[in-house]
């Protein structure tokens, strides 16, 4: 079976975003001081087959520990769908 993963990675709120802190200078400069905090990650999509969802996550898991994510300033979360 086919499934799909969904993977946000964000970095770690502790860590400073200076991509996110500029998007959030730009949108008060447009008039949207509403708006007081942006953080800017990633979003990844995968196909997997596999037998189940379960090992779908698990097949996912394991790509983002070896590869799509850094474990020093960034956490993650899987939606198999």
């Given at each position: 079976?086919?499934?799909?993963a969904?993977?946000?990675?964000?970095?770690?709120?502790?860590?400073?975003?200076?991509?996110g802190?500029?998007?959030?200078?730009?949108l008060?400069?447009?008039?949207?001081?509403?708006?007081?905090?942006?953080?800017i990650?990633?979003?990844?999509?995968?196909?997997?087959?596999?037998?189940?969802?379960?090992?779908?996550?698990?097949?996912?898991?394991?790509?983002?520990?070896?590869?799509?994510?850094?474990?020093?300033?960034?956490?993650?979360?899987?939606?198999?769908?």
């Amino acid at each position: 079976m086919i499934f799909t993963a969904h993977i946000n990675i964000m970095p770690l709120k502790e860590l400073l975003d200076p991509q996110g802190k500029a998007v959030n200078e730009s949108l008060h400069k447009l008039s949207l001081q509403q708006i007081q905090d942006v953080r800017i990650g990633k979003h990844i999509t995968l196909s997997i087959e596999a037998a189940d969802k379960e090992a779908a996550y698990e097949i996912a898991d394991q790509a983002c520990k070896k590869m799509l994510y850094n474990m020093v300033m960034e956490n993650y979360q899987i939606e198999i769908k």
